[in-house]
């Protein structure tokens, strides 16, 4: 091929099959390839209907014991609400420019997170299924009252559990996740079923009986 | 969008995420994309290109004992060598139409499976930095001989090991991998890195400090 250059769509393949690890920013180069992904509304809404699919058909297929410890793992950020909003604003253009903490914060405890609506439509159905939700967020537990009020405006509700980060941040996000998901087996729920938009949500330990990759090319959680 | 129907976009990013799996052939409708995708020689070419750069810059950024006991696990079908040139064949369709298990055999047995370059250049740039190469295939013991000719045909040589598997085939892909990977963990080896083209070479027990998904559009090892 002519020039040798950042191919976006290797990019982004590498972004979502793990290969690329810890980077910081989406690179210059696919700030119109990712915006035009992710706000195109078209295929990354496809690719998220189809992650929903695959996970619905999954959960219909489950043998259930029905005693209520049957739970399923769900992200928030990117996963059941969309940053969507803030990424696309001209000061962070879909991750090619370094976060500003503070900024972000104010965005997140203002608790306007649009919902994903295939990712809601998992929700529903598996509270149909009588699959317990188990929503673990990163975000701190000072975070909670907007955290519910922004999940219950977006349709999310009847969760077993929600999740935050407590005061002890120096676990990674692997770590923090994993001790998280621990705690449920040990009081003797079952992990059917895992959905998050990073990897990070989906290895560690007990990463639950099948994991479902929500796509995300805006940014890695290390 | 106007007509809904199996977008392939996002069928392959489900693949290459496992959010899809125990699939048994590509979806008919897909079969020109994945044919456009893989013999296009630029996409499939380019993806491979950029798992090799991403393997090859962990392995460079690694610090190592440099006592021999560090090993990268490599899988052979689609990762170091080719089925492409079967995968082409107008009775294989790119995996629309379901393998002869004869033909394939026999196709496996001629040895003619062509090298994946990147994938080559990822094995040379990890046996110059002093890790040893550990070869794990899932073709039966009786391949040996064919397998060792086709790998060094293609540039493949100097490995620590070449797995094959022995009489038990009830194991699963996983299970199966996993077992020969501990096998090394217990003889003392340190897994810094495990390359394959399907998830089941990558997920399980003790699967490497680093994975890389090398892409494979054609077909589901389960």
Known sequence: ?????????????AVET?????WKLVPKECENYVGHYMLGK???RRDCEYVAKQAIEYAKGLKLNRDGKDVWV???????????????RSDVRFGTIA?????F????????????????GVYKTLLSLGIKPVIITGAPENFRQSRIANLKKAGYSNWLKLVLRGGNNSKSAVEYKSSKRMELVKAGYRIVGNIGDQWTDLIGEIVGARTFKVPNPMYYVG
Chains 1, 2 share one sequence.
């Not at 793990?18 to 810890?22: D, E, F, I, K, W």
């Not at 928030?76 to 696309?88: C, G, I």
């Not at 976060?99 to 900024?103: F, G, P």
Request: charged share 20%; proline share 9%.
């Open 42 to 44: 078209l295929q990354y």
């Open 105 to 120: 914060i104010e965005w997140l405890a203002e608790g306007k997170l649009p919902v994903i609506p295939s990712i809601l």
């Open 18 to 22: 793990n290969n690329l690890q810890n």
């Open 74 to 88: 769900f992200d928030v950020d990117d996963t059941t609400l969309s940053n969507l909003p803030y990424y696309a």
């Open 1 to 13: 091929y002519p020039v040798p250059q950042l191919d976006c769509l290797s990019w982004r393949l």
């Open 99 to 103: 976060l500003n903490d503070t900024k």
